[in-house]
Every structure is written in structure tokens, then in C-alpha cells.
């Protein structure tokens, strides 16, 4: 015999997934048994909630009711579960985090075995991509971002800026010269983040008629990356010029692997590092304990 309220919340899980093998997956069910639960729902109450494509899927006007109140019910649900394992002093669970490669690697893994000594009661599900992640779509309890947020809706904590700095390999350097000005760039084969066009205009601070000025300088090159720390490898092996952030490479610089380039001319700006979450009245003891860890150390 079924739980109407397990029934409810396949079907809340479908929608805010728009997917019946995405909702499947986060709920470590079959895609049949997901089709069969939102099937026993319409005979149930005797209407359509959804019409279903092979592409999307859409609700009827009931199921937009439905939805809506069947997702304050689980969250109602939850944040009672919350409350009582949050009382008995349990933070345990499966918390996903997704990252953002190269901080990721440089900044989140090295704090991964502390938090996990101090939390014995979590799974990490720690996933490095620097693909956008969408929360609720794949079920990501926290995302750690870098650059300018482009939602200003969602629920964001500030745990770094970093500075940014043009830099080259010695051995690049010892073949190529080293460049005095920013104009001298475009003699020089300049890598950049192949996803994004801004990443192919670096700005600098230069003095026109004794007035400071920025200006954004169309670098170009023969290799196109999708990730930092691809950029920052290729960096490394001599390849090219990259502007890459403090946090990424400034074990590089420190040890003499990178040198920073025009220094006088570097803009200051400072690239923003962000802790996202899905926005909820309660966070979890899970979220929150990670939350605070991280923040606390960075």
C-alpha cells in the first residue's frame, strides 16, 4: 500500500525537476515506478495533474494547485524531521556540494578531511565541475561559485575575492621576452577560457595624458580552455599568458612556477567567491554545519 504523502512527493520532486528519470534518480526509485506513482495520483483524485511530452512536461491548472501544496506539505515534513534530528544533536545525512574546479581543488579538498572528522555522521557527495549548476535540478544541497552571480534571487554567502594576475612561465618567458606594457600582449599567445568571451578581454590600469584609465585589451591566442585549472597547467608547461585568480596559482607564483607580468598596470579587481543554497526558511544542520565550517576557514 502506498504513502499518499511518499505519492505527493514523487510528484513535487518531478516538477521542480521537470524530468520523470531526474526525479527517479534523486529518489533512487525506477523512471516506471515514478510514472506509476503520478498515474496512481491522477486516478486517485480523477483528473489529469500534468500532459506529458517527450520533451517536457506541463501542468494542468489542478496540477499547478497540487504542486504548490504539495510542496509546502513536504517541506513542512521535513523541516519537522529537521527539527527533531537537529534536537537529538544529529548532523548527519548525504550533503552534495558541487565546486567550481579550480577552487575546488585548491581551496575546498584540502578542508574535506577535517570536516568530515568533525561531521563523522555526513556523506560528502563533493562534485568538481565548472559547469552552472542548477540546485534543485540536480539535487545540489550547496554550490561554491566564482565571478559575479548572475541570479541575484538566490541565497548567497561571500567567502572570498580574490585578486587576479597575468602570468607566465619562465621558460614561456625565456623564449618569448618579457612584456613592459599591455600592448605588448598582443605579440604574445594569450590563453583563455574558451566559454565565456569576456575571459578574452583582460583589463588594465594605464596613464592616458597623465589621467589613470582602465582599459579592457582583446587578447588573443592559440588555445581556448573550458576550466582554470586546465589554463592554469597549460600555464605551468610554457604554453602561453594567463590572468588567473590569487587563490589559484599563488602557490605558483610564491615557488617561482609563474611569474606575474605587468604588475604596474594590474587593475585591482578582485574576483568574488560565493556560497550558494537553495532558498530555504530553515537550512538543515547538514547545510549549516557546513556552511559555517567553510566560511569559518576561508
Not at 495533474?49 to 506539505?73: N, V
Request: aromatic share 6%; with cysteine; hydrophobic share 45%.
Amino acid at each position: 500500500m502506498s504513502s499518499r504523502f511518499s505519492d505527493i512527493e514523487v510528484f513535487v520532486r518531478v516538477v521542480e525537476t521537470g524530468s520523470f528519470a531526474l526525479a527517479a534518480a534523486q529518489l533512487h526509485l525506477s523512471p516506471s515506478a515514478v510514472s506509476k506513482t503520478i498515474a496512481r495520483i491522477e486516478e486517485r483524485l480523477g483528473l489529469p495533474l500534468a500532459i506529458r511530452s517527450t520533451r517536457k512536461l506541463r501542468l494542468t491548472a489542478e496540477g499547478e494547485d497540487f504542486y504548490a501544496r504539495g510542496k509546502a506539505i513536504v517541506s513542512e515534513v521535513q523541516m519537522l524531521e529537521r527539527t527533531v534530528r537537529e534536537r537529538a544533536g544529529q548532523v548527519a545525512g548525504t550533503l552534495r556540494v558541487s565546486c567550481n574546479i579550480p577552487f575546488g581543488l585548491h581551496r575546498i579538498s584540502p578542508l574535506v578531511p577535517e570536516f568530515l572528522a568533525a561531521y563523522p555522521g555526513i556523506q560528502l557527495d563533493l562534485q568538481l565541475s565548472d559547469a552552472p549548476a542548477d540546485l534543485i535540478r540536480d539535487g545540489i544541497d550547496i554550490a561554491i561559485r566564482t565571478g559575479v552571480l548572475a541570479d541575484s534571487t538566490i541565497r548567497a554567502r561571500r567567502l572570498d575575492a580574490s585578486a587576479r594576475h597575468v602570468v607566465a612561465a619562465p621558460a614561456y618567458l625565456a623564449r618569448h621576452g618579457m612584456p613592459a606594457q599591455p600592448a605588448d600582449l598582443l605579440a604574445h599567445n594569450c590563453l583563455t577560457l574558451g566559454f565565456n568571451r569576456n575571459y578574452g578581454k583582460w583589463p588594465f590600469r594605464i596613464a592616458q595624458e597623465g589621467v589613470m584609465t582602465e582599459l579592457d585589451l582583446a587578447v588573443r591566442g592559440n588555445l581556448m580552455v573550458d576550466n582554470g585549472e586546465s589554463l592554469r597547467r597549460f600555464a605551468l608547461a610554457g604554453v602561453g599568458v594567463a590572468r588567473l585568480s590569487e587563490f589559484h596559482i599563488g602557490a605558483d607564483i610564491a615557488q617561482g612556477r609563474l611569474v606575474p607580468l605587468l604588475e604596474g598596470f594590474n587593475p585591482g579587481d578582485r574576483e568574488p567567491v560565493s556560497l550558494i543554497y537553495s532558498d530555504q526558511a530553515h537550512l538543515s544542520a547538514r547545510i549549516r554545519a557546513f556552511v559555517d565550517f567553510i566560511a569559518a576557514r576561508l
